[in-house]
């Protein structure tokens, strides 16, 4: 009922506010892509591609230098897209909707597709849509007349959801048109389709969002464009996408509509850093470094006073094309919600190079900020006015949490420590500034803006969740609702390749508590902290501080490197136990797979020079008192290791090679051979039906010779991956929970259930 009076509230507004009936209303084509850099196109410096038709539309059009996704991540960048909020405002900021998340984007929100949809325009959704797959968060229910796309993603962690399945689905309008959905066809299938919408709807006006899912892992390229570019299959999806992008343009000229379509090119967030010295930018995907959250973005419109060949410096963020879309429109934003985003029509159409003050009513929408909460006490109100406040841009992590804030030049973080960058100086972010003035008012801005959030952020929708058929994982509300948690913390350096860890903390729990570092899994070549957030949570409840850590994957960065940031995420609770409440002398770790490989090396390798790495604390011991391998390789110089070494990539890839060509890397690597009587007790956790190696009977044999306590709990019936389902992920929680309690709350006895 109330996105109803919603929809005629608007439709009202826009008769009374929108443009003279003989103008025709523009279109508009917002072609989002997934995962791309900052460089990654021609008209932005790469060189290892080529990408003419889009540098056409930059060359035609506005190239933005300094535009800003709204989430370093997929969904909580999508939420801010298409509400023209902060994702923080709307509920929408932490990490992805999975396909068994009971969240999504709230009925009564009014997205852009809604708010044109309202005013006459024919809206589609084509391609990814990643912000809830309950009935009232799909496309349909959220303005779009028309969908075909994916509702998920293609990676393994959201393909786990449809193997009984089928696989992931492609969808049109709620039927299934193909299951599994081929990702190599993805871009041009996605292109057909929109096109179609385009020929069916030429008479206008028409809105239609284009989220591919190319760049997104898994990869996919068609055969045309497979072996195209200079940079593997990344490049080649790129020229894949190019070629598309341009039959997108050639099908407006061809309906000759493109004088009155407006087009928009960004990228959903960042995906890595700079290739060359040129290349200044640093930072990556879920990082909140410029590059993770800095990313290309051209408008072309030549035929709706856009100006040529422009190259735009004013800092432009993804929430603010809801407030322009509209004003391109003639349509008024309704003045019943809080819109974060700008009106930038008077940057696009060359009238100014940095966007008006809302005062001075340069643009249809140009107040929309003033709706904002804005209310400074103390010593804030002398400091920073109301025009710096909206035009500064908040950095938020993959977790949700406020990382920084921008504004002109200067960028302050704030967490761990308040680092100020000059942007303009510094765009790699190199070289701390010392200004107080000027992170007195960055910090000032920051503190506002939580109040802000405090006070006017919006719920994201939620479905009460039925019983799961299937029994898949999940952490019930009221724990969460029991946990602090600091997010996106810093706990290693590289260079400028920093790594995050997620903390949960007992809310109530007074004094010092043991430490669990939990390691995710993935073949050392994939995965996310997140991945570990489910143990992470339910250990903290039972006690404990427990943190889920991310770490440099082989693709990135082969063995020793894991292991080397296992151990600087050790040294970093180690070194800031006093903050986090943490007892120093009692932390323990586990992981599952590749987890629980490193787990075990992480128990056994201390003292170990060449696997410390130089992440930070370098004083610091990284030894551990306790650990729980899962599903764990601890014999690397076993025969089966030989084996799979040979034939399996990852193997390959995290080492470098097979165990026979690099048998001194294998042993380095192999928890088994640094055992010794020091070693911490260790408890190992195992599915019925994994592989017996997985059971480490050699390895808990030579535990025994050296008084070396350790243990086993063998899940019945279950597989390696035994975390996906409640009934064993609980079995687990138990065993390790028993085990923790015995080797970091008391004295040792016996681990074993």
């Known amino acids: 009922m109330h996105k109803l009076l919603l ?7 826009a008769l009374l506010t929108s443009v003279p009936a003989e103008a025709r209303k523009p279109n508009f084509v917002f072609i989002f892509i997934d995962d791309q850099g900052y460089y990654d196109l021609g008209c932005y410096g790469a060189t290892e591609i080529k990408t003419p038709r889009i540098d056409g539309m930059a060359r035609e059009g506005i190239r933005f230098t300094d535009y800003y996704a709204a989430a370093p991540i997929c969904s909580p960048s999508r939420a801010g897209l298409l509400t023209g909020c902060y994702p923080r405002r709307v509920g929408n900021e932490i990490w992805v909707h999975r396909a068994d998340s009971p969240t999504g984007i709230h009925p009564d929100e009014l997205t852009i597709a809604e708010l044109l949809k309202a005013n006459g325009y024919a809206t589609a959704c084509i391609g990814k849509w990643h912000l809830g797959f309950h009935e009232p968060f799909l496309p349909r229910n959220q303005g779009f007349d028309h969908y075909f796309g994916l509702l998920h993603n293609l990676d393994p962690v959201e393909t786990l959801f449809f193997e009984d399945k089928g696989g992931v689905p492609l969808m049109r309008n709620g039927k299934v048109v193909k299951r599994p959905a081929d990702a190599n066809e993805l871009t041009r299938v996605y292109t057909d389709e929109a096109i179609d919408f385009i020929e069916r709807n030429k008479e206008g006006p028409f809105f239609l969002y284009l989220p591919h899912t190319m760049l997104h892992f898994p990869l996919g390229v068609s055969e045309e464009f497979k072996g195209t570019s200079d940079w593997g299959e990344y490049g080649d999806a790129i020229q894949e996408l190019d070629h598309n992008v341009g039959r997108v343009l050639d099908s407006l000229k061809r309906l000759k509509i493109a004088d009155n379509t407006l087009v928009i090119y960004a990228s959903d967030n960042g995906r ?30 030549p035929g709706l006073g856009l100006p040529a060949g422009i190259e735009a ?45 809302p005062g001075m009513k340069k643009s249809l929408n140009a107040g929309v900020p003033l709706r904002r909460t804005w209310n400074p006490g103390g010593e804030w109100k002398e400091i920073i006015s109301r025009h710096e406040y909206n035009d500064a841009f908040f950095y938020h992590g993959s977790q949700g949490a406020l990382a920084a804030v921008r504004w002109r030049n200067w960028k302050l973080y704030l967490n761990p420590s308040l680092q100020l960058y000059d942007l303009a100086k510094d765009p790699g972010e190199s070289k701390f500034v010392r200004n107080k003035e000027i992170v007195r008012k960055l910090r000032g801005m920051s503190i506002l803006f939580q109040e802000e959030m405090l006070a006017d ?6 479905v009460r969740p039925a019983a799961s058929k299937d029994g898949k994982t999940q952490i019930p509300q009221s724990t969460l609702d029991r946990l602090h948690a600091k997010l996106d913390l810093t706990y290693a350096r590289y260079g400028d390749r920093t790594l995050e860890m997620d903390v949960y903390r007992p809310k109530g729990a007074w004094g010092e508590l043991p430490a669990i570092v939990c390691i995710h899994g993935g073949g050392w070549a994939k995965g996310n902290r997140a991945n570990h957030g489910k143990i992470a949570q339910a250990l903290a409840n039972r006690g404990y501080v427990a943190a889920t850590i991310s770490y440099r994957l082989s693709g990135e960065a082969p063995f020793p490197a894991a292991i080397q940031d296992c151990k600087a995420a050790v040294r970093f609770l180690r070194a800031n136990a006093r903050e986090f409440g943490i007892k120093a002398d009692k932390i323990g770790a586990i992981g599952l797979s590749a987890g629980g490989h490193l787990t075990a090396l992480l128990a056994t390798s201390h003292g170990v020079k060449e696997l410390e790495g130089k992440g930070g604390n ?61 070693d911490p007790p260790c408890l190992f956790i195992t599915g019925e039906t994994d592989d017996e190696s997985t059971r480490a009977t050699k390895f808990r044999k030579r535990m025994t010779e050296l008084g070396v306590s350790s243990g086993i709990k063998v899940i019945e019936g279950a597989p390696h991956g035994f975390l996906v389902k409640q009934v064993w992920f609980d079995q687990m929680i138990r065993a390790t929970d028993h085990f923790f309690d015995h080797a970091l709350k008391r004295d040792f006895q016996n681990p074993s259930q």
């Open 7 to 13: 929809f005629l509230s608007t439709l009202v507004g």
């Open 618 to 678: 370098q004083k610091v011991s990284s030894e551990i008192q306790a650990a729980v391998p899962m599903g764990a390789q601890t014999d690397l110089l076993s025969e089966r290791t030989r084996e799979v070494s040979r034939e399996r990539l990852i193997w390959k890839q995290f080492m470098t090679g097979s165990q026979e060509e690099r048998p001194g890397a294998y042993r380095l690597a192999s928890p088994l051979e640094h055992l010794d009587k020091g």
């Open 457 to 462: 952020a919006r719920p994201p929708g939620r």
């Open 313 to 357: 410096s004013a800092v432009v963020r993804a929430m603010d094309w809801y407030p322009t879309i509209a004003t391109f429109a003639g349509i008024k934003v309704p003045e019943d919600r809080v819109i974060d985003g700008r009106d930038i029509a008077p940057v696009l159409k060359g009238d100014t190079k940095f966007v008006p003050l």
């Open 272 to 301: 890595g850093p700079g290739r060359n010295p040129k290349q200044k930018i640093r930072g990556r995907k879920l990082s909140t470094y410029e590059g993770g959250m800095r990313v290309p973005a051209i408008a072309w419109g």
